[in-house]
């Protein structure tokens, strides 16, 4: 069963950038999809984007289309959240989690992923 720390949140103004790191243990990353999701104060968690660690593949939300971009390194067990052209209504609690099955699967109901990070704190604001 994987492990996952996220990392790279802060405060950054509209229109920045920040990358968000999810570093998993306890497993490869193969056998996963690595899904980010994000929880604003008073709303419900959504999914954000996913990629399969076993070929890559990618999904996007359509929040995120065009802005974020997700990638990863099997060899250091890790998946990247870049976030460019950050808006305000982009801050939240940024979560990673892993599961077995597929990236539209695991994002469409935000209850299904077995394996979660604590969470990183996203803050856009000038």
């Known amino acids: 069963q994987l492990q996952l720390v996220e990392s790279g949140g802060g405060l950054v103004q509209p229109g920045g950038s920040l990358r968000l790191s999810c570093v998993a243990s306890?497993?490869?990353?193969?056998?996963?999809?690595i899904a980010w999701f994000r929880q604003a104060p008073g709303r419900e968690r959504e999914g954000v984007s996913c990629?399969?660690?076993?070929?890559?593949?990618?999904y996007y939300a359509d929040s995120a289309k065009g802005r974020f971009t997700i990638s990863k390194d099997n060899a250091k067990k890790t998946v990247y959240l870049q976030m460019d052209s950050l808006k305000p209504e982009d801050t939240a609690v940024y979560y990673c989690a892993a599961d077995i099955r597929i990236c539209e699967v695991i994002v469409a109901d935000t209850t299904l992923a077995e394996n979660w990070g604590r969470g990183t704190q996203v803050t856009v604001s000038s």
């Open positions: 306890g497993g490869t990353l193969n056998y996963y999809v």
């Open positions: 990629i399969s660690g076993h070929d890559g593949k990618t």
